[in-house]
């Protein structure tokens, strides 16, 4: 099992910036992926950016030259620049271990004048 838990969301004027953590702890070895996904309202969730297993980063073409995924050790980190309207949504911090899939409880973040 793999437990996550994410925190950093909150409400920022657009232009602005936050820093989404993700604190994994149980089985944390043998990781496939690690990453950030988001669900606006009405929307399907999306990718937002990953570790492969083979270490390599991928970006959603929206979010490339803004966001910036780490990790160090358990943690996951995004940091999100440049913040648009169009980037609220829930972010979910994700990871894939074998067959299984886990996800944390979401945090908000909101970009609003």
């Known amino acids: 099992q793999v437990q996550l838990v994410e925190s950093g969301g909150g409400l920022v004027q657009p232009g602005g910036s936050l820093r989404l953590s993700c604190a994994a702890s149980g089985i944390i070895f043998d990781i496939y992926a690690m990453g950030w996904y988001r669900q606006a309202p009405g929307k399907q969730r999306e990718l937002v950016a990953e570790?492969?297993?083979?270490?390599n980063k991928n970006y959603a073409d929206s979010v490339k030259g803004r966001f910036t995924i780490s990790r160090d050790k358990n943690m996951i980190y995004l940091q999100m620049n440049s913040l648009k309207p169009e980037d609220t949504a829930v972010y979910y911090c994700?990871?894939?271990?074998?067959?299984?899939?886990?996800w944390g409880q979401g945090t908000q973040v909101t970009v609003s004048s």
């Open positions: 570790f492969t297993r083979g270490g």
């Open positions: 994700n990871v894939v271990r074998g067959p299984t899939e886990y």
